[in-house]
């Protein structure tokens, strides 16, 4: 009896070893892709990222050389754009939901936000490309930031309403004691004590958006050359990679790679930049 | 009242502010909260807007083409016959391939975090599969052309094929752009969600439950499978159906590394189409009306997809979880 129920407990405890051995080795496996696409980035990338790459616009096939400095000013030109809309729109929505709504609208709005969300990027392509391009009978950079500013307003909408609901009661309470009004408490007082927050929240939506190329492929389109007029064609980082990674051609290969580990480098330093900054309150809910 | 000034305030600018403030006034309190509300109300509208351009955008095919669409397999531009069965079928295939490799591997991962793991490894590992979730598909898609497809043809497809090549899954000849190959790209794309999701469920679950099945006397691995597990099985799922909706919806990574090609097969080897891809790659060179619209109508069919998968996610996970879950899918 004491024999088979010691056997039986040392079964079960090599059981759970394994069980956490094999726990392990998924962890690993999942950030696995991470560190073999970074391995791959930086040894592809990293020899065609000079001088030349951030100065000079693309060559024509077959002339070696050439860079995306149009395309690294197209992608800062579209995320202007985007966080024109998005972040007005985002955060005063965010405020809604943070300081007026009754429980059900803010749980109503929450959720078509959260629904939102999960809508494919390729699809505000498509109704930037009804709403806009057909409108104008153009490609524009104005119809690139509009698609990637309506992807923002509900990552912005969320992160504000939490980091608004962190500012203590106690606050708004003594604002409106003092005599002032509503809105103005919210403005200086709530908006203000959390817009490191807020604009932290703004920056990873801008991060998250700033790789994105599905909703570019038919509203801003791409550009060889400079965009000298925000209502044509402009050139986006993500979407010149995309262009030369299938291509033909092993220079526009290279240069994909080192377009890629410019914008992934970008990206990931927003992110810990972020990270790093917010305090572990905010990090937290963002 | 002093921290609130401290906080808030300068001490140059206190003496200014009940001047500027004062006095309060009705009419920018309403109509700050109209603004405020016309702003959330967006969100709304988008979904009223999407959903209306999208079939605006596709009366002509519907009414051309009616519930065909759904099930003929030809995509024909220049006979102008259109049928959207190989790429729903493909979403679908791609997405469930994707799945099959990525539940476990996040389930597992999200159990690690929460149950297992050495608390110094659990912050940095978040981070790490928080920075995998940030790169961007099209890069995702760049190393799947350029580093996976040529290894998955050289080694694992040859392999599987002399192991499995007796079932129509894993025949015929293996070019490396394939459904596997996409499904392999998506589970990449839908990992982090997945296990960032299932780590807050798992957090969730009371740690009540964990101690009655400690004083029973179970081990680790027991107390995971019986008390935390089973009770965040709904919530699990939820988190299973939210990576779907994305799997579904994921475009330029597939489009890149699945072949492109309208077909339907058995062998997961042969190339195939997404819904998203074939909007992506053709949608700027539907050169007639009808192909445009055949274009939005498949539009329409994905819209109509992740918004359903969606709403059952979130519902799934409403009722299991309170803000947290909510926070990881961000």
Do not use: C
């Not at chain 2, 015929?172 to 982090?192: C, E, F, H, Q, T």
């Amino acid at each position: 009896m004491t024999m088979s129920s010691s056997n039986n407990h040392r079964w079960r405890k090599a059981k759970s070893a394994f069980a956490s051995a094999l726990a392990f080795v998924a962890a690993l496996l999942v950030i696995a892709p991470l560190g073999l696409v970074l391995f791959h980035l930086i040894r592809s990338g990293a020899s065609s990222v000079n001088w030349d790459f951030f100065t000079n616009l693309p060559t024509p096939v077959g002339v070696v050389g050439g860079g995306m400095v149009n395309a690294i000013v197209g992608s800062f030109e579209l995320l202007a754009l985007a966080a024109l809309i998005g972040v007005p729109v985002g955060v005063l929505g965010g405020v809604y939901l943070a300081e007026y709504g009754s429980a059900r609208a803010n749980a109503m709005l929450r959720f078509v936000a959260d629904v939102l969300n999960g809508v494919p990027s390729i699809i505000w392509g498509v109704i930037v490309y009804g709403l806009v391009v057909l409108r104008f009978k153009s490609f524009s950079a104005y119809a690139g930031g509009l698609a990637l500013g309506l992807m923002m307003i509900p990552l912005i909408m969320r992160t504000s309403e939490e980091v608004l609901l962190l500012v203590p009661t106690g606050y708004r309470e003594a604002s409106l004691a003092l005599g002032i009004s509503r809105w103005q408490t919210i403005v200086h007082i709530v908006m203000k004590t959390a817009s490191k927050g807020i604009v932290t929240g703004i920056l990873l939506a801008l991060a998250r958006v700033a790789g994105e190329t599905a909703p570019l492929l038919f509203t801003a389109f791409g550009n060889r050359f400079w965009n000298h007029n925000l209502s044509e064609p402009i050139a986006a980082l993500p979407l010149q990679i995309f262009t030369y990674a299938i291509s033909p051609y092993d220079d526009w290969h290279r240069q994909a790679w080192a377009g890629a580990l410019v914008l992934v480098v970008t990206i990931l330093f927003i992110n810990i930049l972020v990270r790093f900054l917010t305090r572990e309150r905010i990090a937290r809910v963002l | 009242m002093q921290i609130l000034r401290s906080a808030v305030f300068g001490p140059a600018e206190r003496n200014g502010i009940a001047q500027q403030m004062s006095p309060p006034s009705r009419f920018g309190d309403k109509a700050f909260e109209w603004l405020t509300l016309a702003m959330g109300l967006t969100v709304v509208a988008l979904v009223a807007i999407v959903g209306w351009q999208l079939a605006r955008g596709s009366s002509l095919a519907i009414d051309r083409f009616g519930f065909h669409f759904l099930a003929t397999s030809t995509w024909d531009p220049v006979a102008e016959n259109f049928g959207a069965l190989p790429f729903i079928y493909g979403t679908l295939v791609s997405s469930l391939i994707a799945l099959l490799l990525a539940v476990p591997l996040s389930i597992a991962t999200a159990v690690y975090l929460t149950e297992l793991a050495p608390l110094w490894i659990r912050q940095p590992l978040v981070s790490l599969i928080e920075m995998l979730a940030a790169i961007p598909s099209v890069i995702l898609g760049l190393w799947g052309i350029f580093v996976m497809i040529p290894w998955l043809r050289d080694y694992p497809f040859p392999l599987l094929r002399r192991l499995f090549g007796w079932t129509p899954l894993f025949s015929g000849p293996v070019y490396g752009v394939s459904m596997l190959a996409g499904g392999i790209i998506i589970a990449v794309m839908i990992l982090p969600i997945i296990t960032s999701v299932s780590r807050e469920i798992l957090r969730s679950v009371p740690n009540l439950q964990r101690e009655a099945a400690y004083a029973l006397g179970a081990t680790r691995w027991e107390v995971t499978r019986i008390a935390v597990l089973s009770y965040a099985r709904k919530g699990l799922f939820g988190a299973v159906i939210l990576g779907l909706g994305r799997a579904l919806g994921e475009t330029m990574a597939v489009t890149m590394v699945i072949g492109n090609t309208p077909q339907i097969r058995a062998s997961l080897f042969a190339p195939g189409y997404t819904l998203a891809s074939v909007i992506a790659n053709e949608f700027s060179e539907a050169t007639t009306d009808i192909y445009l619209q055949a274009l939005f109508e498949i539009g329409l069919v994905l819209f109509g997809i992740t918004i359903l998968t969606n709403l059952v996610a979130r519902l799934l996970l409403k009722t299991m979880a309170g803000a947290g879950t909510t926070r990881a899918v961000q």
